[in-house]
């Protein structure tokens, strides 16, 4: 039996906030990490940013060099809710 996993802190605005700065489509950003040997889907990356589907640290260091930011650009202004 699986267990499906509670969704955690999404960074998916974020990120599809940097893609937007960026002037970048999904697919353009898509096009970038399989250049760099990421698999990642359409249907994946979208995943991402609706933040449904668990970024793999490998992506998110491709995306950290498409964007020319810092890692703390995808957390900013996320909060952690206690409780």
């Not at 698999?39 to 640290?57: A, D, F, H, K, L």
Request: glycine share 4%; net charge positive.
């Amino acid at each position: 039996m699986s267990q499906k996993i509670r969704q955690d802190i999404s960074i998916g605005n974020n990120i599809r906030s940097l893609r937007r700065k960026a002037h970048l489509t999904q697919e353009q950003v898509i096009a970038h990490l399989q250049l760099k040997g990421l698999e990642t889907s359409r249907s994946s990356y979208s995943q991402i940013e609706c933040g449904t589907y668990n970024i793999r640290v490998s992506e998110l260091v491709a995306l950290a060099e498409l964007f020319q930011v810092d890692f703390n650009a995808f957390f900013q202004d996320i909060c952690v809710k206690s409780g």
